[in-house]
Structure formats: C-alpha cells, structure tokens
C-alpha cells in the first residue's frame, strides 16, 4: 500500500459527460501528480500540483482541469467526455517540487470507461 | 520530443534465471531514473531508481546499471520467480529542472515460468 488514495476504483459513464476523480496524497506529501495510462499512448504526465499550486503541465487536454485544495487533496475534472478517454488515471505524491529527491508513488488509480 | 524506449516489449524467463529489460533516453537533462513494478489492478510501484553519479545500484535481487555516455540503463532480476511476473516501466526525470514529472518508457511483461 503506496498510502496514496484514490476514489472512485471504476467510473463509467457516458459520452459528453462530465466526471470528477479524486486523489489524497501520502502524508506529509506536498506534490500531486495525474498520469493517464492507455494500451496505446502508455503511461503519460497529465498535470502536476504543488502546495496548492499548479506546477507544470503535460499532455493534458483542455476539456480536463484539475485542483489542489488546502488540505492537498487533489481533483481531476474530465468533460465532455470522449470514447478515446477511456483509461486508467493515476495520482501520484511527492515530498518535493522538483530540484530534489523526488520519489513518486502512485495510487490504486480510477478506470474510466465512456460508453 | 523528450522520450525514453524500453525493450523488450515481452520477456519470458524460466524460474532461477536472470531478467533483463532495457531502456534508452535522449535528454541529456535527466538526472533521476525509477524503475516501477505493475501488477494486473494496481498502481505501479517504485521498485528501485538511480541517479547519474553511480553507475550501478542494487537492492535485493534486483540491480539497475547505468551508462551514462551512451544514455542507456537496464533492470537485472536476479533469481526470477514467478511472483515477479509483472509489467516493468522504466521511467526518467529531470529533478534539477523546474518540472519533476516522469517521463515512462512503454513497458515490459514479464512472465516467469515455474
């Protein structure tokens, strides 16, 4: 158990939809990552929050957002949901920004399915 | 574009023996490479990683060797069981830099025969 949270396990919706996941860090963890896995595209960096702050951007599409509340959990928001956004969605948590040890570890994550 | 290439995409091992995947990055930036273990249903896990100052790291069974000129690194399992069959990544980051999300190679399924 990585100590890393995340809720719902399976989300399946519809297309055109809107859905919300939701990740808790470990303790004591400041950083907040949101990675994508797919048969086809793999294991890709989405976003990653520090402290409340967003802190670099990957591939992540403009129908997606996210957040880090005060209490550093974190929300990642998918809209107008597509078939092709089906996936497993990972969060991860680090102890820094970055510039120093940065050792990530992943929650159980959250497999959408749009139908 | 920043990638890193993982190989073998697949690899079956006989119980006792030894399993190697490799991986080959192009940013000469990356300062920080974690190996992660995947179980069918679960998150990867932070196996073992390795910083460029050293050019070999082991913890248990399992060794990562670096080779810095030629940007190149590899995951040794020794003794392989079939408990360590899984799907391996190999990721790379640049800590020093001002973003310290990994960057993962495309995987490898490992499949130890009893």
């Known amino acids: 158990d990585s100590g890393v949270t995340q809720t719902p396990k399976h989300l399946i919706t519809a297309t055109g939809q809107r859905v919300t996941l939701r990740c808790s860090p470990r303790s004591g963890d400041l950083s907040v990552y949101w990675y994508q896995q797919s048969l086809d595209q793999g294991l890709q960096f989405l976003i990653q929050y520090y402290n409340g702050e967003e802190r670099a951007k990957g591939n992540i599409l403009e129908r997606f957002s996210a957040q880090q509340f005060p209490d550093l959990h974190s929300e990642l928001n998918l809209s107008s949901l597509e078939l092709g956004d089906s996936a497993l969605y990972f969060c991860a948590s680090s102890v820094a920004p970055a510039g120093g040890p940065d050792e990530q570890y992943f929650g159980p994550g959250t497999r959408l399915t749009v139908t | ?114």
């Open chain 2, 1 to 114: 574009q920043q990638q890193v290439k993982q190989s073998p995409q697949s690899l079956i091992v006989q119980k006792g023996g030894i399993s190697i995947i490799n991986c080959a990055y192009e940013n000469t930036a990356f300062d920080y490479f974690p190996w992660y273990q995947q179980f069918p249903g679960k998150g990867p896990a932070l196996l073992i990683a390795i910083r460029p100052d050293v050019s070999e790291k082991k913890e248990g069974r399992f060794t990562i060797s670096f080779n810095k000129s030629a940007k190149q690194f590899s995951l040794h399992i020794m003794d392989s069981q079939p408990g360590d069959s899984a799907t391996y990544f190999c990721a790379a980051s640049n800590e020093g830099g001002s973003q310290g999300n990994l960057i993962f190679g495309k995987g490898t399924k490992l499949s130890v025969k009893p």
